[in-house]
């Protein structure tokens, strides 16, 4: 699914893809969870404009309505990290 969405972004040409970093269950108050974190990298083109990370996780935040769903997932809103 984040492969898809970044694919589909503003870094689509650019991009290399995305890799499972860290799987963590996490009782939760309503429901059980499991947490997942993912790096995804991308390769910088001498043609290519300067990377707005700022722009991206806006790009994100609009495709997984304000950073919240990712297909059939739950994202936690405070999670999307852009690093440049």
Excluded: M, W
């Excluded at 806006?58 to 059939?72: A, D, F, M, W, Y």
């Amino acid at each position: 699914q984040l492969d898809r969405l970044l694919k589909q972004s503003s870094i689509g040409p650019s991009f290399h893809g995305c890799e499972t970093a860290d799987f963590r269950y996490e009782p939760g108050s309503h429901r059980d969870e499991t947490r997942v974190d993912a790096v995804c990298t991308y390769r910088k083109e001498p043609s290519a404009a300067p990377f707005d990370r700022v722009g991206l996780y806006h790009e994100v935040s609009n495709k997984t309505r304000g950073i919240t769903q990712l297909g059939p997932y739950s994202l936690d809103k405070d999670s999307l990290y852009v690093n440049g």
